[in-house]
């Protein structure tokens, strides 16, 4: 099913920053999502992806967080999204299914979501896997 953004699963909603309400994803990023929403064969929910430099700093994220759109020191955009946990959802699973498919997912694991990004892709630094 199209969305106002091209993109087979998501819509400008689920992926703008929920303050100033920008979207501006790194090239190929929203398709690279939409390839893992196929693969996995289930709805995913978006908690987090693009986030203003402001926004990031009032939600409490990393300074240097990949979901930041106007980070001062990249202009790529938007390349990390959160993935929510939702009921019925098998973690461990997705994981694999991310580690199997997706050879350039950096992640991480928290008891409320997944987040995911490509920071190897659109900078060259290495994957990385983390809890938080």
């Known amino acids: ?10 819509t400008n909603a689920e992926l703008a920053c929920k303050e100033s309400g920008k979207l ?29 430099l402001v926004y990031n700093a009032k939600v409490g994220g ?18 990390a999204a959160d993935i929510a946990i939702t009921a019925g959802m098998e973690r461990r699973a997705f994981i694999e299914m991310l580690l199997k498919n997706f050879d350039d997912c950096s992640i ?14 659109y900078d060259g630094s290495g994957e990385v896997l983390f809890t938080y």
């Open 108 to 121: 991480g694991v928290n008891s409320k979501f997944i987040h995911i990004d490509r920071r190897t892709h």
């Open 62 to 79: 990393r300074p240097n967080s990949y979901h930041i759109y106007n980070h001062p020191d990249r202009d790529f955009g938007t390349c």
């Open 1 to 10: 099913m199209p969305t106002d953004i091209g993109l087979r699963y998501f």
């Open 24 to 52: 501006v994803l790194a090239p190929g990023f929203g398709e690279w999502l939409d390839d893992i929403r196929e693969q996995w064969g289930q709805p995913l929910k978006i908690t987090s992806c693009c986030r203003s």
